[in-house]
Structures are given as C-alpha cells and as structure tokens.
C-alpha cells in the first residue's frame, strides 16, 4: 500500500517538475503542459489504486464474497482509468495535431474507442452482479435500488405512471 502511494507521490513531483520547466522556458511551453497533465492522470490512477488495494486488504471488515468485493471497489478504479485513458487520447490528438502527424490520428480514436467499451463492459458487470434481494420485480417493471426502474425483457409490457411525471 505503501508503495502506491509513495508511487504517486514521486509521479505527482515529476508533473510538477514538467510544469515548472514549460514556465521558466527549458521545453515548449505546450509540451511541459502536456508531460504535466499526463504525470498528473497517472499519479491519480496510481493513489486510487492504492486507496483500494488498501481498503480490501488493510481494513477490519472482510467479505468472502468475491462478487461484493468487485462492486464495491471495481467501479471506482475503473471510473479513474477510463478517465486516464480518454486524457491519454485526447492529449495525443492535440500532439499529432501540432506535429503534423495526421495519419497517426487512429492511435487516440482506438484509445477512446476502447474506453468507451470499457466502460459498457462495467456498466454489463455491475447489471448483472446486481444481487437479486435489491431488486423488485412490480407489474413487468424491474427497480434496482437506485431508484431507477427498467422494462423486464421475460414479461409482458406494461405501462405505468410513475409518481411526479
């Protein structure tokens, strides 16, 4: 755990190192902007990693349950990569775009290509990891427990006025 967060720490001085450099004018004022924000993402992916690996390992309560395990703590870092990785493609598109390497766009359009699947796939996990006593099941209408109801694909369909609408 320690090792995460110390990690992070040393990530973090080197964003801050490329940001002074691009100030006092030792690289491109764009090029330390961009080395800064990129050090920046991967030290915040770094301490959410750690934070987990902290929570599931360091702390007193312990689940046997690998599936409320995966719900609690997988969504987070999955969030705080894929935020990484849509920064990644977006500061290869403004790089590409300033060195004339337009034939090169396609490496940042499948690195936000792939996140977006990334994040259908948690949004599939976490549908169907739902345990079944937070659901309720009322007149075809399926409603988790973040209040939000959607059709049951296996019934009939059914037309409710909900409170407010």
């Excluded at 996990?125 to 109801?149: D, V």
């Amino acid at each position: 755990m320690l090792i995460f967060f110390t990690l992070a720490i040393a990530l973090s001085g080197i964003a801050i190192q490329g940001l002074y450099q691009s100030i006092t004018g030792d690289i491109s004022l764009i090029g330390g902007l961009l080395k800064a924000i990129n050090m920046a993402v991967i030290s915040l992916a770094t301490y959410e990693l750690g934070l987990v690996v902290q929570r599931e390992y360091g702390g007193k309560h312990k689940s046997d349950d690998i599936v409320i395990v995966l719900r609690r703590t997988l969504p987070r870092f999955v969030s705080i990569v894929c935020v990484a990785l849509v920064l990644e493609g977006l500061l290869m598109v403004i790089k590409y775009s300033q060195l004339d390497l337009a034939g090169n766009l396609y490496y940042p359009v499948a690195i936000i290509a792939s996140t977006a699947l990334l994040l259908m796939a948690l949004g599939v996990f976490l549908r169907f990891t739902e345990p079944r006593s937070q659901q309720t099941e009322s007149n075809g209408l399926i409603c988790g427990s973040n209040a939000y109801c959607y059709a049951n694909p296996w019934s009939k369909p059914v037309m409710r006025i909900l409170p407010g609408g």
